[in-house]
C-alpha cells in the first residue's frame, strides 16, 4: 500500500481546523440572527415598517450564509474521510467517489462566502494545487467538465453544484421572502402585524352580524317551508332526557343507607349474561362427549348419590364396631360392659367408670 503524500498529510491537518471554525461561525452568525430577530419584532411593534423591511435583508443574508457554511462542512468532512484518495488523482479523474464535487464547491464558494475564514482560503489554494490550475479554473467559473460541450453544458451545469450557486448569488430578495419574514418574526414575538385597517374590522362585524341573524331565522323558515304545499315534511324533534331540578334541603346531606337498600335494582339485572365464559374441551379418542363440569348442576347428580350412599354405609357400620368394642371393653372389665351399647353417647358415670378399669 502506497505510503500518504506530504500534500495529503498537510491538507488533512488543514481540514481538521476548518471544520471546527466553520461549526464555530454558524453559532455566532445564528446568535447575531436571533438579536436582530428581536429589533425587528421592537420595529413592526413601533410601526415602523420600512426600517424593517430594510433590516429584514440582513437576516435573509445572514440565514443564507448560515446555510452554505452547513453545506461547506458536509464537504469538507467528505474529504477528510476520503483524503488518501487524492493522491491517485490526476487530471481531475477522481470517477464517482465525490471528491471532484466538493474540491469544486470549497474552489467556488470561498472567494464568495460573506463570512471570512482563513482555513477555508488554506483549504482551495492545496486542493486548487492537487487538481491543477485548469481544473481550479473551471471550478472557479463554474464551467462543465473537461469533454463536453456547449449543449451538454446547459444540461449538466457547471462543476459546482447548483444549490450553492444559487445560494452565493448575489440579488436583492423577493418581496414574497421579505412578507414571510416578518409575518414569521411578527408571530414569533407576538406583534400584532400586520395590523388591519378600520373599514376591514367593520367589514368583519358587519359580516359576523348576518350570520347571527340568520342563525336565528333558520328555524322559522324551516316551519313556513314545512306547512307549504311542497310536500315537505316536518321532521321529528329529537326527544331529550328531562332533567330534574335537585331539591335544595338535599344538597350537602349524605345519603341514608337505609334508603340504598330499599331501592328496588332495575328488572334487567337477573338477565344479564355472566362475563365468564368456560369454553368446552375438544373431543378426544378416549372421550368423545366431553362436558364441563360445574359444582352444583345436575351432571353431578350421580358422584352426589355415590357420595350418600356411601356415607350411609358407614353409619350402618357404625353401630357393629362400637358393639365389639363394648363387649370386649366387658370382658376385660368383669361383666360391666354390657351396659353400654354401641352407637350412643356415653355419660358422665360410664366414662368414669372405663377411666378408673384402665388404671387397674
Known amino acids: 500500500m502506497p505510503s500518504t503524500s506530504s500534500q495529503t498529510v498537510k491538507l488533512k491537518s488543514t481540514l481538521r481546523l476548518l471544520i471546527p471554525r ?19 419584532a421592537t420595529l413592526l411593534a413601533q410601526n415602523r415598517e420600512a426600517s424593517a423591511r430594510i433590516r429584514v435583508e440582513n437576516i435573509i443574508q445572514t440565514d443564507i450564509t448560515v446555510e452554505v457554511m452547513e453545506m ?26 465525490g471528491l471532484e464535487e466538493a474540491s469544486a464547491a470549497i474552489i467556488y464558494a470561498a472567494p464568495r462566502l460573506p463570512r471570512e475564514v482563513k482555513e477555508l482560503s488554506a483549504v482551495r489554494a492545496m486542493l486548487v494545487e492537487r487538481w491543477g490550475k485548469e481544473f481550479g479554473g473551471r471550478a472557479a467559473e463554474n464551467r462543465p467538465p473537461v469533454g463536453s460541450g456547449e449543449g451538454d453544458a446547459q444540461q449538466t451545469g457547471g462543476l459546482v453544484p447548483e444549490k450553492i450557486v444559487r445560494k452565493l448569488k448575489v440579488e436583492t430578495p423577493s418581496r414574497q421572502l421579505v412578507e414571510l419574514y416578518l409575518e414569521e418574526i411578527a408571530k414569533a414575538y407576538g406583534v400584532d402585524w400586520p395590523k388591519q385597517r378600520e373599514g376591514e374590522d367593520d367589514e368583519v362585524d358587519n359580516l359576523n352580524q348576518e350570520i347571527d341573524h340568520e342563525d336565528q331565522d333558520t328555524p322559522d323558515n324551516d316551519e313556513n317551508n314545512g306547512g307549504g304545499g311542497g310536500g315537505g315534511q316536518k321532521e321529528p324533534p329529537i326527544p331529550s332526557t328531562p332533567k ?25 339485572v337477573g338477565t344479564a349474561r355472566s362475563p365468564i365464559s368456560v369454553a368446552p374441551p375438544g373431543a378426544r379418542t378416549d372421550n368423545l362427549r ?8 345436575g351432571d353431578n347428580n350421580d358422584s352426589n348419590a355415590a357420595k350418600k350412599q356411601n356415607q350411609s354405609q358407614e353409619r350402618k357400620a357404625a353401630p357393629g364396631k362400637g358393639g365389639v368394642g363394648s363387649k370386649n371393653a366387658g370382658g376385660r372389665g368383669g361383666g360391666g360392659g354390657g351396659g353400654a351399647v354401641g352407637g350412643k353417647i356415653p355419660d358422665v358415670d360410664e366414662l368414669a367408670r372405663r377411666f378408673q378399669e384402665l388404671k387397674r
Open 244 to 268: 330534574s331540578k335537585p331539591n335544595p334541603e338535599n344538597l350537602g346531606r349524605a345519603y341514608n343507607p337505609e334508603d340504598l337498600n330499599r331501592a328496588t335494582p332495575p328488572r334487567e
Open 72 to 97: 461547506l462542512e458536509l464537504y469538507a468532512e467528505l474529504l477528510l474521510a476520503r483524503a488518501g484518495l487524492l493522491d491517485g488523482v490526476k487530471d481531475g479523474g477522481a470517477g464517482d467517489t
Open 290 to 297: 366431553p362436558k364441563v363440569r360445574i359444582p352444583g348442576d
Open 22 to 40: 466553520l461549526r464555530m461561525a454558524q453559532k455566532k452568525d445564528t446568535t447575531l440572527s436571533i438579536a436582530a430577530r428581536r429589533e425587528m
